[in-house]
């Protein structure tokens, strides 16, 4: 398996060779030259394999430069119900994943909606699921060429503290990661800023998290500067992030179907599109998906452009900060690979398209035939706000007796207007309840429950710098702690 760029680097490189990178030399994103296909079959023979077996089938169809019993020893250290022992009561721990049937709503009122949950990790968010194998990979690398890495990260809410907790005390690796200065919940923020691991170092940037999302960029794209200090990232650029995500796709249809070409639908809480995109991935790898629905919130970039095919990207004063924070973001940086495959994997239009973003702020697909494009892959869109949101949270305490997150009830918000009869529809559930308290408070009059190992973690000493939003001012606390 080979990867190539987004924009035409010419260089094909394997997946130990991108692990520990994010951007191509040319500033694209990487993609395998060719997207491994599962047949119905295939599918039908994984029906009882655990999550960790599951992973190994999958992810050996795009890291084959990985030794077979290395992989399966990493899968199987990583995806097991020790690490994801934060799930619901009643739930099955052992899927790792567990389906929770709702209800049966739509028109019909006989389409299932569902809920995956995704946050049964160390940190209480779906970013978990690829970050924890990540940590393990990067190890893994890093031990066997006996070199060491520095990761770059910018975060909006739960991948920074996933990463964080998948890295602390691993071997050869510090972790810088960026989020806004005071744009988080008071959870998350402790999540990360309680940290006292020598490898982790956060910085509160003095913005919104597209600054932090740009200055990871231009620290990626000074070539010298990424070289000399090996930087790596861990941001959903990365793409063995991407890969590990695509897993659970596979197995939420493998929990919703009960035979071969059985259709299921996703939503998805979208903000830097890494998760959805995943679910891209596996549609085109042919898991029998009918629609994948994008959900954002009133930073409604996406949802813009899969109704009216204009990507516009929003400055950072036009950026609200919302009660599902983790999604306000404006410039989606692994857009870039869905439309790379809308455009035909085309990267010299890939590379124009990209240069008026940069240029004018975003472009126009309106009736061309890419726009078209996008319901062949099956994508459709909708909106949530804070007003939406709460009334969700209400409603699904009051009718099914359960508690969700902010950005999980955008994605029940949106799902609802998408149900096809009789077609499950499975919403990813993003994080825990206990992750926004606020929120929660105003919906439900009541706080949220949590694990009994982050009580009182508001509490706890905060390690943290508050930096201005500027490259360089990065580039030199970075170089000031690795002595590089």
């Known amino acids: ?67 077979a019993a290395d992989l399966r020893a990493l899968t199987g250290k990583t995806y097991t119900p020790e690490v994801y022992c934060n799930a619901r009561p009643g739930d099955n721990i052992a899927d790792i994943t567990p389906l929770r049937l709702l209800g049966e709503e739509g028109a019909d009122g006989k389409t299932p909606l569902h809920l995956l949950g995704l946050s049964n990790g160390p940190t209480l968010a779906f970013k978990d699921m690829a970050m924890q194998l990540l940590g393990n990979l990067f190890e893994y690398a ?92 861990v941001n959903s650029i990365n793409w063995a992030r991407v890969v590990a995500q695509v897993v659970y796709y596979f197995k939420g ?56 095919g204009v990507y516009r990207v929003r400055k950072s004063a036009e950026t609200y900060h919302t009660s599902s924070p983790s999604m306000d973001i404006s410039k989606a940086s692994n857009f870039e690979r869905f439309v790379f495959d809308l455009l035909g994997q085309d990267a010299g239009k890939l590379a124009a398209l990209f240069r008026d973003l940069d240029t004018n702020g975003g472009f126009d697909l309106r009736g061309t035939p890419e726009f078209e494009r996008i319901r062949e892959f099956g994508f459709v869109s909708g909106r949530s706000t804070h007003a939406d949101r709460v009334a969700t949270i209400r409603d699904l305490s009051s009718r099914y007796g359960i508690t969700i997150d902010t950005h999980t ?59 201005a939003a500027d490259a360089s001012l990065v580039k030199a606390y970075i170089a000031e702690h690795t002595g590089l």
């Open 142 to 233: 890093l031990t066997r060429a006996g070199q060491e890495l520095n990761i770059l990260g910018a975060t909006s809410g739960d991948t920074g503290s996933a990463a964080e907790y998948a890295m602390r005390g691993k071997r050869g690796i510090r972790v810088f990661m960026l989020s806004p200065h005071n744009k988080m919940s008071a959870f998350q923020t402790a999540q990360m800023f309680s940290l006292q691991d020598e490898n982790i170092f956060n910085l509160a940037i003095e913005g919104v998290f597209d600054d932090c999302q740009d200055i990871v960029k231009a620290v990626s794209n000074d070539l010298d500067y990424k070289a000399r200090q090996k930087i790596g990232t």
């Open 253 to 308: 249809w493998l929990l919703a179907t009960s035979g071969p070409g059985q259709k299921v639908s996703f939503c998805v809480p979208s903000g830097n599109f890494g998760n959805v995109c995943a679910g891209h991935i596996a549609r085109m790898m042919g898991l029998p998906i009918d629609k994948l629905v994008v959900a954002t919130n009133e930073n409604d970039v996406l949802d813009e452009f899969f109704r009216t």
């Open 409 to 467: 009830a955008d994605g029940v918000k949106v799902a609802r207007e998408h149900l096809t009869p009789g077609v499950p529809m499975l919403v990813l559930e993003t994080a825990l309840p206990a992750k926004f308290a606020d929120t929660i408070r105003e919906a439900l009059g009541r706080e949220p429950e949590r694990p009994a190992s982050f009580e009182g973690i508001e509490a706890l000493p905060q390690r943290f710098q508050v930096m």
């Open 1 to 67: 398996m080979k990867y190539q760029s987004t924009r035409g680097h010419r260089m094909p490189q394997t997946f130990s060779e991108i692990l520990l990178g994010g951007l191509a030399p040319d500033g694209g994103l990487y993609l395998p030259e060719a997207y491994p296909q599962v047949s119905a079959d295939e599918l039908e023979a994984w029906r009882e394999l655990s999550y960790a077996d599951l992973a190994f089938e999958i992810l050996s169809r795009f890291c084959d430069d990985i030794p």
